[in-house]
Each structure stands twice: as C-alpha cells, then as structure tokens.
C-alpha cells in the first residue's frame, strides 16, 4: 500500500460536486418531488403512551369529501415473519407494527391509521374523524421502572434472551463479556473508583424530516421517492412488511438532509404505498418537526455503574461496568455495542460488563453515529477521568500507560491490528490547547472516543464516456460528501483529473446492492469497490491498447492515466490517454464499463482524543465551550476538509447530548418539548471552531488504508464535556445533560442552597 | 468437523457469553475447517440449532471483524471470535 504523501488527489479537499445545487436550492430533497394527480398522506398518532386499541373505525373520514383511502393496522399483512436484512437488524414483526399499531399502542405517537386525501388540510381533517377505542395502560417511561420488580409489562410475551421458562419481562436481552478474575483484581487494587451516571433520550436532530412519495401500479408494482440513508435496505424493509417482492418495489433516492442514522430505517414507507394502492394516486407524506420528535430516533437513554480498579503506578487492573439501555416500545438498543465499545482504548487483564436491552413506552430507537458506545464510554471515561484525579497524575500519561495497542487483545475479542490510540493521545499531550495553561475559573477536559466501524455489501460500476470522462454509479446516498471521496479514489485509481470524473447514485433498478450510507462504511466499502471497478476499467483500457498496439495486453502498463508499453517492449507507439481510448472505443469492442461487488472485510477501528476548555456560570448554571480540540485517526483521510467536518460535526452533536439536550414527558409518556425551540440543539454561536488534527495510521485492508470516520467523533464529546465541568466546579455530576437548570440545581445541592 | 486426537493444531473457536447458554457454558472448542462455513457448521454439528443463532452473529478471524463471511478462509492456528454484529449510524 502507497503511502498517503505519494497520493495525487487523495488526501487534496476539492469543492464537493454536489455543493453548488445544495446551496442555491436547486437540489431535490425528500419532500420535493410533487406527481400528477398526487395526494397527501396523515398518520394518526396515538395519544397515549401505552394503551390496548379495541377497534379503530376509519367510515366516517372516508366519507369526507376529497378523501380516497384510509388504512389502519388491519389492513396490512399480520404475522409477518423473519429477521430485517438490513444494517439495524430486528424482526420484520416488530417493524411491521412500529409502523402502525395493531392491538396495542406502545409510544404517545405510535402511528394508529393514515390517510391520503386531496390536500393536506382535509387530510388532517380526516384524521380528527377517525373513531378510536383505547384501553389505557399505565406508562413505562424509564429504565429504573421497567427493569423494576412487578413492572408493567410492555409486551406480555418477551422473555429475556428468549427463555421461556422464565417469566415475561420487559428486559429483552442481556450481554456479558468477562475476562480475568475480575473480583480478585479489585481484592488486590490499591484505588478503587465506581460511579453511577445517566445519559437522557436524544435525537439524532437531523434538519430534513422524514418524507416519501409512493406510486402504486395495477401491475401491483410500486416506486418510492424517499429521503434515506439506504435505499435498498427501504426496498427489503418495505417489501418485508407489505409482503411483497423486493422485485415489484423500486425505490428511488432523493438527496438526504442528515440522517445520522436516524435514516436507516423506515416509517412512512409501506402507509404511503398502502394507501396508493388503494386511492389508484400518488401519495405524498412528509413528518412534522413534531412527528419527528414523537416518533422516530431516538437514541437510548442509560443507567450505568461503572468500577475501575488500579495499582498506585496507575496500572488500572480491573474494572466493571453495569449497563441499561432504554430500547423503546421494541427489543433492539444498541447495548450490545456498548458492552464492547466501553473498554476498547484500554488494555485490562481483568474485566466485567454486564448490559441490558430493556423496552419502554417511547419510540422505538434508531442507529445514531456510533450507536451505542457515547452512552458506555462517558461513564468508563469519567471513571478513568476520577481516577487520575485520585492518583494525581496527568489524564493522558494515565491513558498512556494503559492505552490497547497493536496486538492486545479487545475487549470484546479479536487481537488489535494496528490502531491509532495512542498516537492520538501523544498528538493531545503535545498540542497547543493543552499545553497552554488553563484561564481563570476554566475546566478542562480530556476522553478517549473509540468505534468499530464497518464493512458489508457495496457494488460499483465505472463508466468511460466518448470523451474520457469518468461516471462512477454506486448505491450510496450522499450524506457526508461521499460522492467526492468516490471521485477521489477513481481519479487516483485511474490516473487522471478529479474534475474529469462524476459520480451517481443510482437507485435499486440502476446500480448493484449496496448497505445503507452509515456505520462509516461508505468511504472504505464502497470506495473499495469503485477501486476495484477501476482497475477494471484499466485491465480494459490495457487491452485496448494492446489490440490496438498489436502486442499482448501483459505487455503494457498503466501510468498516470495512459496506457504505455512496458520498458523493453520493442514498439514505436505514443501512450493512449483514457480519452484516447474512450474516443476509440466503439472501434476496439465497444463501450468500457468497469464493475465491482464485494462484500468488504477488514474495516479499521478509529480511535479519537478530545479535549475542551469550559467556564462554568454559577448564577445561571450555563456552560460555555471556550475551545474544543477533536484528534482522531481516520487511517487515510481521503477528502481532507470533509474527515475535519466529520470530527467537527460529531463534536457539536455530542457536546449539545452533553450540555443541553434531552427529552422531557410529562407523567403521561407525552414529549413536551417536540420542537427546536424547546429541545435545543447547539447553533453556531453556542460553538467554538472546533480545531482538528487528523491521525493517519492507514488501515492494511484497504487499498488508501481508510478506515471510516463518521461515527467516532460524537463518543468522546459527552465525557469530555462532563470532565471539564467537573474541572471547573470542583465536584462531578454524573447525569446528563449538564444544561442550566441541572448544573444550578446540583451547584445549589452542593452548597445546601 | 470438532478436534480428534492427533490431528492438530485446530483453530480456536471462543463463543461470548451471551451465546453460552447455546453450547451449554463451553466457552472454547477446537475445530477443523477451511473456511469460516466450515467452523459454523461443525459448531452446529456439535450443538443443532446453533447455525441459526451464528447467522446473527459477527466474527473476528485472527482480529479482523468480518459480517457474513463464509468463504473466509481460517488457518489451523487461527482464533475465531464470534461477537455481536455492529451496526452504525
């Protein structure tokens, strides 16, 4: 593998192709694309958190002019079987009644029945004369309680683990890890440090809500437009719960405004073309900001304990870790990630972790960036933050000297190839934010941020046209910049121009299977994929040359983008240039495409050190991020400026869960704050410029050495944040987030106000 | 298929403990296979049903994670983890 210094695009940071239409509006989003005869879809929402439904009568919105369908959960399929064959996993069951509720409404917003009609308007009409008899239930509204003795069941025939010789219980499924003799080595350490910490329900706060048109034909095939992070997974999810083909459903990507995993999944979808279906009509539905909030995302909420045991050198020996993740109104919280992620940057001889996937009366939670490790690793990292504070020695020396290196073995099993932990925490040590001294009344705070990343199912083809322009087609919407880091690798591949090459993302009836754009695997999978379709596209163009040069094709090279004889090949011929071989192509055999499926193996973990300065208000408990400092290693960062984005992004997503965001219910299960204006995220003038550095310790599976960056960068934000406050005030508060009135009223607890 | 005396070394196969209450609380075999389909289906050999519960599982072969890898080939002194797949947002 080349290294990155000899790269001649790679690594350069060139204007994204799809910058110019975003900006100037000329892009099409989820809600824009408006059909002929178009409709507009509704959902009721249950108003209830918890309630059994007796009966849902739709006859008298259907008698209201410029109505044409209504569906509830009766009129789709019941029993639907099998496991989703997507990214997030789950049963088609469970995503089949998260879309509309059957016997029982499990979330205040559970979809109950939709409408299509006319306009908006008498669609919400619509929806206010549709009957519904509800049964109410009492409300499972956080872990503690679920997990509780005597508990309301939320689904009367969950076992835990599927052990039916056990009784019902609203906890899922429980992980283990265990290494070493874990009680002996807290016997044996001379500090122990344990801690008990909260992290709220948040969203993903992407700015495009959810949206989809559906077009249902007399063939009984569909089409459906929709804003996604995975296009394909929406066609088998979809198919899944409609019991249809995946052959009969094409599903075309619009552009996507944020996802972060939130768009791994499916809402609208199979109502929108339930209800096309039965009106003959396009139908259109777009989510309000409230639906958003109420009825997608969110991220888990969690209760962890967490132990540290070390020696007085500041070897840490042991350590422990109690997890309960909220799941939603379905099993499925990203527990299991967490379990594995929450040790990662250490290497322990002797540890415990113990998680718990428990339902709740709240939606049903979705991927978001690193799913499931930020809630983990803010507790082990303030722990490891409390713990250098005890022994008195630097937090990064302690990271240092207990940092997984290549060859330990992770936590969660495999033997680390080389990993760029320790890099990044020498990076932090030597960086000027650190180095300088801190101001007056300033904390300062410092975590390690860790995620998997990975690889799955990702195809490309590569198209030469008659001018030796380049289109590269892949299946991955672009959310991050992907369609430039495509062009980059292609141009670097072939030997030519960025701007001599454009990419596409083809729908499902265009282009080859690809897994959703998530779990950083775009940039490495898919980019494997348009190299391999490139070096296709150069075996092609060698043997062009060759018939054309009257030599065999093992007799000619590739170089910076032309086809030359080898040296000692004994021909008097000038180099063919990609454009000369595309002008010539119909003379020579014909068009050139080159192809690549695959699915990628290999992905690189990525490793982060963060660090902030922060002031801490005492007469209004508000924070404020003085500056923020993102370290990670991207293995190779391909599209330069687009790797910072992602570091700054996630940092600003992760300090907002840290510092302010948080869903709040009422006693009932009802949200009460399912806006922007009361759950707020953080805005530009909120933040500092996020200074970066990126690391590049190249992953040895991949052809640039990428190892995926989108997700790592929101882990170590959230301990980060909390470690610096702690810095400031004197004293920790575990629960976040650390918002105004959290931070006043532990500041008053602490001084007995 | 499972280890025989005398015909070693065999990978080793190490189940999490989440998957223990499927192998009876074995939390390490010995198998010979060439590839990662091969250790599936002596591991279903020696406990039925198990190849269903693996299809839902990640692994990491010689500490490369790999999702649905079957053909991956596995040495006779490689280490197989099965884990928990990993998602992303």
């Known amino acids: 593998m080349a290294e990155a210094h000899d790269y001649k695009v790679v690594g350069t940071s060139p204007v994204r192709p799809d910058g110019v239409d975003k900006v100037t509006g000329r892009a099409n989003f989820g809600a824009d694309l408006n059909l002929p005869n178009m409709l507009h879809g509704k959902v009721l929402r249950s108003p209830h958190a918890h309630a059994r439904i007796h009966s849902v009568d739709v006859s008298r919105a259907l008698e209201l002019d410029g109505v044409y369908a209504a569906v509830s959960g009766a009129d789709f399929p019941s029993g639907a079987e099998g496991e989703i064959q997507g990214e997030g996993g789950g049963t088609v069951s469970d995503l089949a009644q998260n879309i509309v509720a059957r016997d029982k409404a499990l979330y205040h917003g559970h979809p109950v029945a939709a409408v299509a009609a006319k306009s908006p308007y008498i669609a919400e009409r619509a929806l206010e004369l549709i009957d519904v008899d509800y049964e109410v239930l009492p409300a499972v509204l956080d872990v503690d309680d679920a997990m509780a003795d005597g508990a309301t069941l939320i689904n009367e025939s969950l076992h835990t683990n599927g052990d039916q010789s056990k009784p019902p219980s609203n906890v899922a499924g429980i992980t283990k890890f265990e290494r070493g003799d874990v009680e002996q080595a807290f016997a044996d350490a001379d500090i122990i440090i344990e801690g008990e910490y909260r992290t709220p329900t948040a969203h993903q706060g992407y700015i495009e809500p959810h949206a989809c048109t559906a077009t249902y034909s007399e063939e009984g095939k569909a089409t459906i437009w929709c804003c996604t992070q995975g296009h394909f997974d929406v066609r088998s999810m979809t198919a899944g719960v409609l019991g249809m083909s995946v052959g009969d459903l094409k599903v075309i990507p619009s552009e996507i405004g944020g996802g972060f995993g939130g768009k791994t999944v499916i809402y609208l979808e199979p109502l929108a073309v339930k209800l096309s279906e039965i009106s003959g009509r396009p139908v259109k539905m777009v989510m309000s900001r409230e639906e958003v909030f109420r009825a997608t995302g969110p991220t888990s909420a969690t209760h962890s304990r967490v132990k540290v045991g070390a020696m007085k050198d500041g070897t840490i020996t042991a350590a422990s870790a109690w997890i309960a993740y909220e799941a939603g109104a379905f099993p499925g919280a990203p527990v299991g990630p967490g379990c594995m992620a929450i040790f990662a940057p250490y290497d322990l001889p002797n540890f415990r972790v113990e998680g718990f996937d428990v339902l709740v009366n709240k939606p049903k939670v979705a991927a978001y960036r690193a799913p499931g490790a930020p809630q983990a690793m803010y507790a082990m990292e303030s722990a490891v933050d409390d713990l250098a504070r005890e022994l008195g020695v630097d937090p990064i020396d302690l990271r240092l000297q207990n940092a997984a290196d290549e060859g330990t073995q992770a936590p969660y099993g495999p033997t680390f190839p080389p990993i760029g932990i320790k890099k990044c925490l020498e990076v932090a040590k030597a960086h000027a934010n650190y180095t300088t001294p801190k101001g007056e009344g300033v904390g300062r705070g410092i975590s390690a941020g860790f995620w998997f990343n990975i690889g799955m199912q990702s195809s490309a083809e590569v198209r030469l046209s008659e001018d030796g322009t380049v289109t590269v087609v892949e299946g991955n919407p672009d959310i991050g910049g992907t369609r430039a880091s495509m062009c980059l690798m292609a141009a670097e591949t072939l030997g030519v121009p960025y701007d001599t090459v454009r990419a596409h993302v083809g729908d499902t009836e265009s282009t080859g299977f690809c897994n959703v754009t998530g779990g950083s695997r775009t940039t490495f999978a898919t980019g494997m994929a348009v190299v391999q379709a490139c070096e296709d596209i150069i075996a092609q163009c060698k043997q062009r040359a060759a018939a054309t040069w009257d030599i065999d094709a093992d007799q000619v090279d590739w170089t910076d983008g032309e086809a030359v004889p080898k040296p000692g090949v004994n021909v008097d011929v000038k180099p063919l240039s990609l454009a000369d071989i595309a002008g010539n192509a119909g003379r020579t055999g014909g068009p050139i495409l080159g192809r690549a499926s695959l699915n990628a193996q290999g992905a690189g973990a990525s490793f982060s050190v963060n660090m902030a300065d922060v002031t801490v208000d005492r007469e209004t408990g508000k924070v404020d991020v003085v500056n923020f400092t993102a370290i990670q290693d991207a293995g190779t960062a391909i599209h330069r400026a687009y790797v910072e984005g992602q570091m700054q992004g996630g940092a600003v997503q992760g300090l907002g869960w840290a510092l302010n965001e948080e869903y709040v219910y009422d006693a009932n299960g009802e949200m009460e704050n399912a806006g922007f204006l009361d759950y707020r995220v953080p805005v530009t003038s909120d933040m500092p410029m996020i200074d970066t550095h990126i690391v590049e310790v190249p992953n040895p599976s991949h052809p640039y050495g990428v190892r995926g960056v989108g997700e790592t960068p929101i882990v170590a934000p959230l301990s980060v944040a909390a470690n610096a406050v702690r810095d400031a005030l004197g004293f920790r508060i575990p629960d976040l987030p650390l918002s105004p009135p959290n931070v006043l009223a532990a500041i008053d607890e602490r001084e007995g106000a | ?89």
């Open chain 2, 1 to 89: 298929m499972l280890a025989r005396p005398g015909r070693m070394p065999m990978a080793k196969v190490v189940f999490p403990d989440h998957l223990l209450s499927h192998t009876g609380g074995t939390r390490e075999i010995a198998v010979e296979a060439k590839n990662f389909r091969g250790i599936v289906r002596a591991v279903d050999s020696r406990w039925p049903g198990m190849e269903a519960v693996l299809m839902k599982t990640a692994v990491a072969i010689d500490g490369q994670i790999y999702q649905d890898a079957w053909l991956e080939p596995v040495q006779p002194d490689s280490e197989v983890f099965f884990m928990q797949r990993i998602e992303g947002g």
